[in-house]
């Protein structure tokens, strides 16, 4: 089976600085993965995915950096903003599961004034 | 467009007592799911329907139902309520995009029984 699993469960930073969100995953089968942010009382929310043929992928303040060869991955969020507050997943799908996810439990990101 | 719509958002049950968890989707997506989350456990699959007439089971389906009523809306059903099914319900549905798995994620059941 597959296991997903976060650092920590809590991060601090302060407003401004760089946060890095790592996460790893125990199949080698693994070809897709996804980040999600969810705020307090609310769904999650896509972020950024990446697939396994690539290493890295950038959106908007996001960076997805994916290492195969130790099973890691990591979100790195740039000039972290209070409304960047939230728990943050990553999930992991394997090769012909069609489309099913497995969650890790989460980081807390606390922004600090 | 309100993509996935889930009722109630909140619901108190007595330990025995049964109810349906509704969702429903408007983004015609052919696969949806049922997750339920528990704090340091992060969201764990009930039950999922790959597409309309079809479900099956996830990893926690004991204690669970579900109906896949059309391929708009996929319900949740507690036959006999136990506390330890209390968490926060997730309903999720994802399109066939060739390349993305990302799920849409409704805002969520908070059930407590008591």
């Known amino acids: 089976g597959e296991s997903v699993g976060l650092h920590l469960p809590t991060l601090s930073v302060q407003e401004g600085d760089n946060s890095i969100i790592n996460c790893a995953y125990s199949?080698?089968?693994?070809?897709?993965f996804i980040w999600y942010k969810q705020e307090s009382g609310k769904g999650p929310q896509f972020i950024i995915d990446?697939?396994?043929?690539?290493d890295k992928r950038q959106g908007q303040r996001v960076t997805v950096l994916l290492n195969k060869t130790v099973k890691h991955l990591s979100l790195q969020i740039a000039a972290t903003q209070p409304g960047d507050s939230a728990v943050y997943f990553c999930?992991?799908?394997?090769?012909?599961?069609?489309?099913?996810?497995?969650f890790g439990s989460g980081t807390q990101l606390t922004v600090l004034p | 467009n309100a993509g996935v719509t889930q009722t109630p958002k909140f619901q108190v049950l007595k330990t025995g007592q049964s109810m349906t968890l509704q969702c429903a989707q408007d983004?015609?997506?052919?696969?949806m799911y049922w997750y339920r989350q528990d704090p340091g456990m992060g969201l764990r699959l009930i039950y999922y329907?790959?597409?309309?007439?079809?479900?099956d089971k996830g990893e926690v389906p004991n204690g669970y139902n579900v109906s896949r009523l059309n391929k708009r809306e996929f319900s949740l059903r507690l036959e006999s309520a136990a506390p330890s099914q209390t968490s926060v319900y997730f309903c999720?549905?994802?399109?066939?995009?060739?390349?993305?798995?990302?799920?849409?994620f409704g805002s969520g059941t908070r059930l407590t029984v008591v």
């Open positions: 999930a992991a799908k394997k090769t012909g599961s069609a489309r099913q996810l497995t």
């Open positions: 990446i697939r396994s043929n690539m």
């Open positions: 983004m015609n997506h052919n696969s």
């Open positions: 329907s790959a597409s309309e007439g079809t479900t």
């Open positions: 999720a549905s994802t399109h066939t995009r060739q390349g993305y798995y990302g799920y849409t």
């Open positions: 199949n080698s089968a693994s070809d897709y």
